[in-house]
């Protein structure tokens, strides 16, 4: 049996005398759609930066598809790609050369990256923008950049920060249909949202975090039963 | 090792540099040439010679040094602490680059960066005053550990800094004055010798004499000294500065 996309094991994170991520444990299927759902402050985007690298583990581990993100960093890397919810893109090169530089810190160039940065650029619609700045570019093409950014190296685990976050109804859906089809071609997702009905369209399974720890773990039809998830989150989540 | 990585940060570096050309290449070439005119050549026409070279030959070594140590440190800072400021800096993190990997591509791209500065300035001095280096080799090593120096010490303060004006305290208050009274403009041996001893604590006096030694051949102290104590502190700054980013210091939490 393959190694699951991420495991989690005994995740730590404190800031000094404040403890974030409380002890949580679990694992992502490789291929699943995963939420990651919880209120501000809860601990997701701590989960997540430790996943990524961008937050050090106080205590715990975490690897994905089996390589531990501390002991084997490198391999650990190159498997996951995050959209984050800020748009943090180098405001010195065009939209075209973000997406074959973010290539190039993966250790990938050439044609072959060209090729995938013009046909990224083609699905979401950004093409005739390529030689822009990302100042340039409207919410919801920024939203898009950061996705097609995210994929550029073709990471077979996406982590999506509030992917939807300030994007119109339109966008929300083609978005979607978008994971979808990915998730269906065989990447894992790991989503964060605010939009409750967004993790119950796309997830499979549906994590919920209070207070640094994990206090649901359940496939999302099992989770939401004959209720709603709104009613489910209030419950487990009301402070 | 991440060879493709660290060669995508230094030519990212290098698109940075020269999409803001007007701030980091043409202000060292402008202040030189105004340098030259003002202490060099309407100044400098009252001082006959100075260790035994024409002042317009004692003078340009000085202005290289000081562009470069201050062109360097600006932009190894400000690269730094934008990334940091706009976040943008998380390309970086997420990726598979070390921090060896990381600081290596900022550094290499501040001395590709000195020694473009510097080529530009030598080239006026050899135009305006007909003079260039008698020892290449020195030439550049001098250049290549000042701004090895200069680069690691912008990554530090880069990554210290909380606003921009954090990253100016230090050409302000230290940089500048140090590198001016360093012996740009005069040979210590003009300074009283209480002075002089002191010079000999000041770090750019060092930087500043061994570099001249390229042009003049010899220099306020032995080359071998000047030269040590460049070095260790070029290598005092990119441990500091490795040691922060492997530690993730103000860059992940």
Redesign the interface.
Known sequence: MSAPAIRIAGLVKR?GGFTAVDGISFDVDDGSFFGLLGPNGAGKT?TI?AI?????ITAGSIALFGHDVVAD???A??T?G?A?Q?Y??????NIR?ILI??A??????GPAVRKRADELLERFDLTSKAKQVYLRLSGGMKRRLTLA?ALIHQPRLLILDEPTAGVDVELRLELWAFLRELNAAGTTIVLTTHYLEEAQELCDRLGIIEKGKLVALESTRVLIGDRSLQDVFLELTRR | M????L???I??EM??TF?IINQVIWPPVITTVLYVFVFGLALGSRIKQIGGVPYATFLIPGLIMLQVIDGTYGESSSSVFQGRF???I?????????ALEIVTGYVVAGVLRALFIAALITVLGIVLVHTAPIDWGLYLLVIVLVAVLFSALGIIFGLMAEKFDHIAMLTTFAITPLVFVGGVFTSIAFLPPFFQRVSLFNPMFHMIDAFRFSYTGHGDVPLPLSLGVVAALAAGSLGGALAMTAR?YNL??
């Not at chain 1, 990524?52 to 050090?56: C, D, E, I, M, N």
């Not at chain 1, 190039?104 to 160039?109: E, K, Q, T, V």
């Not at chain 2, 998380?90 to 070390?98: D, I, R, T, W």
């Open positions: 800031y701590t930066n990524v690298g961008l937050s050090s960093w490198r391999a890397r190159v996951v995050l984050p800020e943090n893109f180098d405001r010195y090169l050369d530089y973010q190039g810190y993966y250790g990938l160039r950014r | 991440n060879a493709i990585g060669q995508t940060l030519k990212r698109v940075r999409s706009m976040q943008s998380q390309e970086l993190l997420v990726a598979p680059l070390s993730g992940r939490t």
